[in-house]
Each structure stands twice: as structure tokens, then as C-alpha cells.
């Protein structure tokens, strides 16, 4: 039966929005590819700032280059991606979760982003997001972590590591640093989704009126976003560190590692060790993540609703 005007305006009118439904999964399959792009390509960088950061050797451009040297040398270059099966399997659930919920979030705070009039509510949208990730992903975090500083000889796979802690430390114990964690999450997640949303609605309205700004643009205010939230909050992913590679019951509490690593080894050597390596991978990191999942999300999204006109025009 052939279609009336007033037909085809209700149709036009209902593809103009996905259901949430729709948004919630491509925003989960988007932001599975983004985690996955971006910490494949710094994986290298992660275990070697994850290695600095659970000793108390001193750290330099020098002696990171060193150790990733002598890495390539003596283990070859996958060892460079070890534990990167354990950041897999914690990072496609966790930047899932963590895009999917900032949207959500978002949306349920009624953020006027485009307004840029709730700057408040924006940072919250954010730290909520990562603490939602974080919360539901912690015990893959910790097994990736123990993972990069130790050999393939004590935990060969993921599942070793679980089974490990379980037996010999308990399974509270895949829990242990998870309060410094969220205490960083909050200004991290918050800061850099902040950042990033604020840049590119400026973005919108000086440069481009597109709802995604051109990939490269995105790649630099993630980058932007990364650097600023991972400097915000670097002293409590010391300290998360420390205590989830803690076997020996030195690094019990928050305080306590703070005073420790700061009486034994001071603020820049201590609690900002690494910092200027999260310089270089952190931004990359970031900017590939916000950069990929805006791209795939807006080609699913486009796919479904070009999908959904076909399928309104033959009814």
C-alpha cells in the first residue's frame, strides 16, 4: 500500500531517535573497541610504569627505556604485551561500562551539555561513570596489575592469578586497594570526561556544528582530557598499586602507603613516579579511546537508524 504524506512525516519522525535500548548496546559495543584500541597500542608503556611504581628504584626517561630494553632482550617483544590478556579481559567490560554509564548518567543528571550551562553536574556524570566501571571490573585490575610485575612462571594465565589469590591470600584480597582506586577514579574520570565534552561543545560552536567533532579533533581533546585527569589524581594510583602487588602485608592501609612511600622515597620520586611516562601514554591512551568510541558509536548508530527507515517505509 502506498504511502501517504502524512505517513512518511511520522515515519522521518520516528528514526530521528534510537530507543535506549539501541543506545545502551552500541555505546557498550563502542566503547568494548575503544578500551581494546587503546590500551593494545600503550600496553608496552603500562607494564613499564606499573613495574616503576611497585618498586622503590628511582624513575627516568633513562631507566625506562633501559628496562624495556633489557625486556626485549632477555623475554623478547610479547613479553613488552604481558598481562595485556588480563587488561583485555578487564578493559572491554570496563570502558563498555564506563562510556555506556557516562551516557546514562548524563542523561538521568539532565546534563545541558550543549547549553554548557551544568559544568557541576557534567564532572559528576563523570566520576560516577568511573566509579560504576571501576567498581564492577576491580578484581580483573588487580589481576592485570599482578600480572606485569611478576614472571610467567608464578601466574602463566588469568585464571592462575584468581585461583592464587584465592587459596593463598583469600578472596577479600582481590579487593585490596580498591578504596584509593575510587578516590582517584573520582577526579580522573571526572576531570577527563569533563574536559573532553567541554572541549568539544566549544568545538561545535567556534569550529563545526557536527555532533562529532572530525577524529583528529577528538584525538587531541582526549588527549588534552587524559593529561589533565590522570595528573589530578597520580599520587592514589601509587597507592592502588602498591597494595594490589602487596604479598606481604606491607601496604595495609591509604595512609599509611602515603607516608611510606613518601618518607622513603619523597614526593617526586615517590608519588609522582612515572607521572611524566602517564605524559606520553595517558594522552595517547585517552585520546585513541574517546576518539574511537565516538566514531564507531555514531557508525552504529547511523547503521541502526538507516535500518530502521527501510524497515518503517516497507510497513
Known amino acids: 500500500m502506498a504511502k501517504t504524506a502524512e505517513n512518511i512525516s511520522v515515519s522521518h519522525k520516528k528514526v530521528k531517535t534510537l530507543s535506549n535500548t539501541q543506545l545502551v548496546i552500541t555505546s557498550l559495543a ?14 608496552p608503556l603500562d607494564r613499564t610504569k606499573i613495574n616503576f611504581q611497585v618498586s622503590h628504584k628511582p624513575y627516568s626517561t633513562r631507566k625506562a627505556l633501559k628496562f624495556i630494553l633489557k625486556t626485549l632482550k632477555s623475554e623478547g617483544i610479547l613479553a613488552l604485551w604481558r598481562g595485556n590478556s588480563a587488561t583485555m579481559a578487564r578493559i572491554v567490560p570496563h ?9 546514562q548518567w548524563k542523561r538521568i543528571l539532565k546534563v545541558d551539555q550543549a547549553g554548557g550551562t551544568t559544568p557541576g553536574k557534567l564532572f559528576l556524570a563523570g566520576s560516577l561513570a568511573g566509579v560504576t ?28 592469578v584468581f585461583m592464587k589469590i584465592y587459596h593463598l591470600e583469600g578472596i577479600t584480597v582481590l579487593y585490596r586497594g580498591y578504596v584509593p582506586t575510587i578516590l582517584g577514579v573520582i577526579p580522573y ?19 563545526d556544528p557536527k555532533q562529532t ?43 599509611g602507603t602515603l607516608k611510606y612511600v613518601y618518607k622513603r622515597e619523597g614526593l ?40 530502521r527507515t527501510k524497515v518503517l517505509y516497507i510497513e
Request: charged share 20%.
Open 133 to 160: 566501571s571501576q567498581s564492577l571490573t576491580y578484581p580483573l585490575d588487580l589481576a592485570r596489575a599482578r600480572m606485569a610485575v611478576t614472571s610467567r612462571q608464578e601466574y602463566s594465565t588469568l585464571r592462575q
Open 268 to 307: 617526586k620520586r615517590g608519588l609522582y613516579k612515572g607521572l611524566s611516562m602517564n605524559w606520553i601514554k595517558g594522552p595517547i591512551s585517552v585520546g585513541i579511546s574517546y576518539a574511537t568510541y565516538d566514531n564507531v558509536k555514531d557508525f552504529l548508530r547511523n547503521i541502526l537508524t538507516k535500518y
Open 213 to 255: 567533532p572530525h577524529p583528529l579533533a577528538s584525538l587531541g581533546f582526549g588527549a588534552i582530557a587524559g593529561m589533565l585527569g590522570q595528573s589530578s589524581s597520580y599520587p592514589l594510583d601509587i597507592v592502588r598499586r602498591r597494595m594490589q602487588t602487596d604479598t606481604n602485608g606491607q601496604y595495609s592501609t591509604i595512609v
Open 30 to 43: 563502542a566503547g568494548a573497541v575503544a578500551g581494546a584500541l587503546a590500551k593494545s597500542t600503550i600496553a
Open 95 to 103: 570502558a563498555a561500562i564506563q562510556f555506556t554509564a557516562h551516557e
Open 189 to 207: 574520570a571526572g576531570v577527563s570526561f569533563f574536559i573532553y565534552d567541554t572541549l568539544k561543545r566549544l568545538y561545535r560552536e567556534h569550529v
